[in-house]
């Protein structure tokens, strides 16, 4: 079994997702600690990658404040209880919008898989000729519906948005996340990473401001490639957990992926190389070291 959510004096556990785990405070306020958990092909793992939740965590804090002109953010503190302090923050309460917000640079993972079977991508249409990792013209709005857990998101089209939030904030959330991925490519760039594609969580404040949520542009959300290996055709070198999805998948893993039984424990030479991507994106991107 995944390792248990740890109990917090003076909170309450609301919520437990793949890797995150949400408190209430007495003040009204949200703890959202960030676990050293992992998922793959929907499964939470029973081994976890060591320093994980604050590499996740110290990431989405930098790129907050590279974004805080664009758009504001949820975080109000990182005065935390000492066992969940550098993975956790507090955070304002929000009404979050029941869809994911993605932006797409290039051509990999389910928009692939979509224009494949279709030539499309959420109901845009592709120009033929396209392959596993290929620039886009521009960067696409991309949404997809929020799975419970266990379950896949699903793509959905621009229309499906906006019936759902309704067109002014569809356009809204459209804007939002494009403007977000423009300004973390380019920073990504200078860098030396291509940002191929990111998933954004947005809420509203009571009064109706929109504010950028969860965690953002890390490689748990965000597919970051070393720009030096970039080749169109293939599949890309990557810093987060494509590691695990290919142990997984390889006969050394010893697992049948459509079996339906959870995935087996990583070796700790896995273990070992997946914390080494996320802690590399990270310092590669921030310019601190971890």
Excluded at 17 to 22: A, E, S
Excluded at 182 to 196: C, K, M, Q, V
Aim: a negative charge; glycine letters at 8%.
């Amino acid at each position: 079994m995944p390792p248990a959510t740890p109990t917090l004096a003076g909170a309450t556990h609301l919520h437990s997702g793949k890797v995150r785990d949400l408190y209430a405070l007495p003040s009204g306020d949200l703890l959202m600690v960030a676990s050293d958990r992992l998922s793959a092909y929907d499964f939470v793992l029973d081994t976890t990658i060591p320093d994980k939740g604050e590499v996740l965590t110290r990431m989405s804090l930098w790129w907050f404040d590279q974004l805080a002109d664009l758009v504001p953010h949820h975080v109000l503190s990182t005065d935390v209880p000492e066992e969940v302090r550098g993975r956790a923050v507090v955070c304002r309460r929000l009404e979050m919008f029941p869809v994911e917000c993605v932006a797409r640079g290039y051509l990999t993972g389910s928009g692939l898989l979509d224009y494949r079977a279709s030539g499309e991508v959420c109901g845009i249409t592709l120009p033929p000729g396209l392959e596993d990792g290929s620039r886009l013209d521009a960067p696409l709005f991309t949404p997809a519906s929020k799975a419970a857990l266990g379950d896949h998101d699903e793509n959905v089209s621009y229309a499906a948005v906006e019936a759902e939030v309704g067109p002014d904030r569809a356009a809204e959330l459209r804007g939002l996340t494009l403007a977000v991925y423009a300004r973390a490519e380019g920073l990504a760039r200078e860098r030396g990473i291509i940002l191929a594609d990111t998933k954004l969580e947005f809420g509203a404040t009571p009064e109706g401001t929109v504010v950028l949520a969860d965690e953002v542009l890390t490689p748990d959300s965000s597919r970051f490639w070393p720009a030096e290996d970039w080749a169109p055709g293939r599949a890309q070198a990557s810093f987060d957990k494509d590691v695990v999805r290919r142990w997984l998948t390889s006969p050394d893993s010893g697992w049948d992926r459509t079996s339906g039984e959870p995935p087996p424990p990583l070796p700790p030479e896995v273990v070992e190389r997946t914390r080494d991507r996320y802690v590399e994106a990270y310092e590669r991107l921030t310019g601190e070291k971890f």
